[in-house]
């Protein structure tokens, strides 16, 4: 009574042997067994019935309660695998840059989260107006990806200071250069990228372009805008002209006199002096809300609907308007990062600052003194990026990575995770060798695992995060807003 499977055709192909063998794999089974298991799983349906009217009315209840319950707000599942390490996936380089000794300022994501895109100029002083430099750009779903080949390669003759790729169109991205002019380039186009910019005249900038905005024209849904920011001390929106060019549409200046008196402008005279700006960062509650860093070591509140006119006499086809509105407690040196969280209520608007000083200031737009002072290093901080999956985690990029031994870290990229401590880094990771300072990050809000930090010695590296830093927990803006009013009290 033995039961056995059918025996199994094989066929030799190629040189190489195959051999099998037929193995039972089945237990015999008899007729009354067969009786005995459909006779269990018959089914008293009154009873069923008579349980499920009983039980009504307490499901419904507590289905109604868990319906109304916030617990899981904000909490998305990750269906992806578990990563427990942060590691560096890629290391880019452009070795013809790196030969002329030139820096990474800026690195940018396409809007697919793909492509990886950065730009070669100087930040560390110098006359560089006319030393060439470079736009690359890599494709990391590219099953050949070479590190130190881009996929394209754009040289532009001046300085490339930031970088922002489109927010919906992959191909397109703008540029800021050490001239003060504006390019815009499509890398779909690989004989001549440069599709739209300002050129020199009387309203180009007159300093290097620090960041560069996209930002959707709210008349023509089809056209865009740039925003840019300079040590000039200007706020320019452009627009897009059908020759190519980027004609001025509105603009704003950050001069002493209209900076609110309690900012203790200590390193400029009262009057029409420009305050240069250094960084911007929209609100992601009102999108007429900006902050900006500036080099006198504080941030500000500004607004886009801002209707009274700067005293600075510029010379611009177009009025400059003064959009400061709050002054917030300042840095010991420059600032030259901001960053807006993307998860804040309207009861918190939080952002970060970083500058000269080594600290981190978080701050709430509500009130002019921080929530939260991070001595995060001895050194210069250019850059912080909140994360955009995780309201407690934020990214820090520092100077040089010498030991704090008050916080007992070493390192150029750090990763804070408010959930584990608000004073120190979670994690602090290595960039370059050499002590070489990492000038650029940015978090890819598609492949939300990825982190890119652009240094000076010419690399940038792709750093995978763990699951710590990339699945939000419940509850998570609940204790961010815990933290800053326990900070507040």
């Given at each position: 009574?033995?039961?056995?499977?059918?025996?199994?055709?094989?066929?030799?192909?190629?040189?190489?042997?195959?051999?099998?063998?037929?193995?039972?794999?089945?237990?015999?089974?008899?007729?009354?067994?067969?009786?005995?298991?459909?006779?269990?799983?018959?089914?008293?349906?009154?009873?069923?019935?008579?349980?499920?009217?009983?039980?009504?009315?307490?499901?419904?209840?507590?289905?109604?309660?868990?319906?109304?319950?916030?617990?899981?707000?904000?909490?998305?599942?990750?269906?992806?695998?578990?990563?427990?390490?942060?590691?560096?996936?890629?290391?880019?380089?452009?070795?013809?840059?790196?030969?002329?000794?030139?820096?990474?300022?800026?690195?940018?994501?396409?809007?697919?989260?793909?492509?990886?895109?950065?730009?070669?100029?100087?930040?560390?002083?110098?006359?560089?107006?006319?030393?060439?430099?470079?736009?690359?750009?890599?494709?990391?779903?590219?099953?050949?990806?070479?590190?130190?080949?881009?996929?394209?390669?754009?040289?532009?003759?001046?300085?490339?200071?930031?970088?922002?790729?489109?927010?919906?169109?992959?191909?397109?991205?703008?540029?800021?250069?050490?001239?003060?002019?504006?390019?815009?380039?499509?890398?779909?186009?690989?004989?001549?990228?440069?599709?739209?910019?300002?050129?020199?005249?009387?309203?180009?900038?007159?300093?290097?372009?620090?960041?560069?905005?996209?930002?959707?024209?709210?008349?023509?849904?089809?056209?865009?805008?740039?925003?840019?920011?300079?040590?000039?001390?200007?706020?320019?929106?452009?627009?897009?002209?059908?020759?190519?060019?980027?004609?001025?549409?509105?603009?704003?200046?950050?001069?002493?006199?209209?900076?609110?008196?309690s900012a203790q402008l200590r390193k400029f005279s009262w009057g029409e002096a420009a305050v240069g700006v250094t960084s911007l960062s929209f609100s992601h509650f009102d999108p007429r809300v900006f902050v900006v860093g500036v080099e006198g070591g504080f941030s500000l509140k500004c607004s886009m609907a801002a209707e009274r006119p700067a005293l600075q006499q510029t010379g611009t086809s177009v009025p400059l308007r003064a959009p400061a509105e709050l002054a917030f407690s300042p840095h010991g040196g420059p600032v030259y990062s901001v960053s807006c969280s993307p998860f804040h209520r309207q009861v918190l608007n939080l952002f970060l600052s970083c500058g000269t000083d080594g600290q981190v200031h978080l701050h709430s737009m509500l009130q002019p003194q921080p929530l939260l002072?991070?001595?995060?290093?001895?050194?210069?901080?250019?850059?912080?990026?909140?994360?955009?999956?995780?309201?407690?985690?934020?990214?820090?990029?520092?100077?040089?990575?010498?030991?704090?031994?008050?916080?007992?870290?070493?390192?150029?990229?750090?990763?804070?995770?408010?959930?584990?401590?608000?004073?120190?880094?979670?994690?602090?990771?290595?960039?370059?060798?050499?002590?070489?300072?990492?000038?650029?990050?940015?978090?890819?809000?598609?492949?939300?695992?990825?982190?890119?930090?652009?240094?000076?010695?010419?690399?940038?590296?792709?750093?995978?995060?763990?699951?710590?830093?990339?699945?939000?927990?419940?509850?998570?803006?609940?204790?961010?807003?815990?933290?800053?009013?326990?900070?507040?009290?």
């Amino acid at each position: 009574k033995s039961c056995q499977t059918g025996k199994i055709s094989t066929a030799e192909t190629a040189v190489q042997s195959h051999t099998s063998r037929d193995a039972g794999v089945q237990t015999d089974q008899s007729k009354d067994a067969a009786q005995e298991f459909q006779q269990e799983v018959q089914m008293d349906y009154a009873s069923l019935l008579s349980f499920l009217r009983r039980v009504e009315g307490a499901v419904i209840k507590e289905l109604n309660k868990n319906w109304k319950s916030r617990a899981f707000d904000g909490f998305e599942v990750n269906w992806t695998d578990q990563n427990e390490t942060v590691l560096c996936l890629h290391t880019l380089s452009y070795p013809e840059a790196q030969d002329q000794n030139l820096q990474v300022t800026s690195v940018s994501w396409n809007a697919t989260g793909s492509v990886v895109a950065c730009s070669y100029g100087r930040l560390d002083g110098g006359d560089w107006s006319t030393e060439k430099s470079y736009v690359c750009t890599w494709n990391l779903d590219r099953r050949g990806l070479n590190p130190q080949r881009p996929d394209l390669v754009v040289d532009v003759p001046s300085s490339v200071m930031c970088l922002a790729f489109h927010p919906s169109r992959p191909s397109l991205i703008a540029g800021g250069l050490f001239s003060g002019e504006l390019v815009v380039w499509d890398t779909s186009r690989t004989e001549d990228p440069v599709i739209r910019r300002t050129g020199m005249t009387e309203d180009t900038h007159t300093d290097p372009v620090y960041q560069v905005n996209w930002l959707p024209d709210s008349k023509r849904r089809s056209h865009d805008r740039l925003l840019s920011v300079s040590t000039d001390g200007k706020i320019l929106v452009w627009r897009e002209e059908r020759d190519g060019r980027l004609a001025l549409a509105e603009g704003f200046a950050v001069v002493a006199q209209q900076v609110p008196r309690s900012a203790q402008l200590r390193k400029f005279s009262w009057g029409e002096a420009a305050v240069g700006v250094t960084s911007l960062s929209f609100s992601h509650f009102d999108p007429r809300v900006f902050v900006v860093g500036v080099e006198g070591g504080f941030s500000l509140k500004c607004s886009m609907a801002a209707e009274r006119p700067a005293l600075q006499q510029t010379g611009t086809s177009v009025p400059l308007r003064a959009p400061a509105e709050l002054a917030f407690s300042p840095h010991g040196g420059p600032v030259y990062s901001v960053s807006c969280s993307p998860f804040h209520r309207q009861v918190l608007n939080l952002f970060l600052s970083c500058g000269t000083d080594g600290q981190v200031h978080l701050h709430s737009m509500l009130q002019p003194q921080p929530l939260l002072s991070l001595q995060l290093s001895k050194k210069y901080l250019f850059c912080v990026r909140w994360s955009p999956v995780r309201p407690l985690v934020f990214a820090a990029a520092s100077g040089e990575g010498n030991c704090n031994k008050c916080l007992c870290f070493t390192g150029d990229v750090h990763l804070f995770d408010f959930e584990k401590s608000a004073q120190k880094p979670a994690l602090s990771m290595k960039q370059a060798a050499g002590e070489r300072p990492v000038y650029s990050l940015e978090f890819n809000t598609k492949q939300t695992r990825l982190l890119a930090a652009g240094d000076a010695a010419g690399a940038v590296r792709v750093w995978q995060l763990s699951s710590d830093f990339t699945e939000q927990g419940p509850r998570e803006m609940s204790h961010l807003e815990q933290l800053a009013g326990e900070i507040t009290d």
